[in-house]
């Protein structure tokens, strides 16, 4: 099974500042059709998750433009640029290059501080 | 709109049986894989297992393989996820999510499963 690893799991981010959250996986998330399978999802409190990120870099739609993905391979990177207060949550990192079986990470949880 | 809805909150004595559903509208129910995933409190979210109401191909993570059964009726595009004998353990909210192209949306609104006896 792939292990995904996020970093830090807890970060407070002063409003209008930026964030930064890493993710790993235990292997390469590069498919052979040329895609990494990496996502994001920013689950707020007391709400199902949502999608933020596809395909390490991708907004998803509705998704601000403060939020962007980096990465390839194994190490990957979300970047909040300028940290809001409905920003706060919990973010998780996922793989589905197995596809259709599925990885989390542990999640980073958001605070404002 | 595109929604998953979720059946009510259950509670349940250890040894029970149970089925949750969550029912697509809004699109093609039989085009798009579901997925099912449990948080338990406080806690991540864990993958548990995918079906493709289609023709019912379904997959499971090794952790629910033999836990639970994942199931759809596309007749009135609802997919289904059960267990023949719950545990404490079993305690958690329960996601649906549809997986599109750009990967799974919508989610469900949770089912939240509480068994004690």
């Known amino acids: 099974d792939i292990v995904m690893t996020q970093t830090p799991l807890s970060l407070s981010v002063t409003p209008g500042q930026p964030a930064s959250i890493s993710c790993k996986s235990s292997?390469?998330?590069?498919?052979?059709?040329?895609?990494?399978?990496l996502y994001w999802y920013l689950q707020k409190p007391g709400q199902p998750p949502q999608l933020l990120i596809y395909?390490?870099?991708n907004r998803f739609s509705g998704v601000p433009d403060r939020f962007s993905g980096s990465g390839s391979g194994t190490d990957f990177t979300l970047k909040i640029s300028r940290v809001e207060a409905e920003d706060v949550g919990v973010y998780y990192c996922?793989?589905?290059?197995?596809?259709?079986?599925?990885?989390f990470g542990q999640g980073t949880k958001l605070e404002i501080k | 709109e595109v929604q998953l809805v979720q059946s009510g909150a259950e509670v349940k004595k250890p040894g029970e049986s149970l089925k949750i559903s969550c029912k697509g509208s809004?699109?093609?129910?039989?085009?798009?894989?579901i997925g099912w995933v449990r948080q338990m409190p406080g806690k991540g979210l864990e993958w548990m297992g995918i079906i493709y109401p289609g023709d019912s191909d379904t997959r499971y993570s090794p952790s629910f393989q033999g836990q639970v059964t994942i199931s759809a009726d596309k007749s009135i595009s609802t997919a289904y996820l059960q267990w023949s004998s719950l545990k404490a353990s079993d305690t958690a909210m329960y996601y649906c999510a549809r997986r599109r192209q750009e990967g799974f949306d919508p989610w469900g609104q949770g089912t939240l499963v509480t068994v004690s006896s």
């Open positions: 809004g699109y093609s129910f039989t085009s798009y894989w």
């Open positions: 395909e390490v870099s």
């Open positions: 292997q390469s998330l590069l498919h052979s059709d040329g895609k990494t399978y």
């Open positions: 996922m793989q589905s290059i197995q596809l259709p079986l599925c990885t």
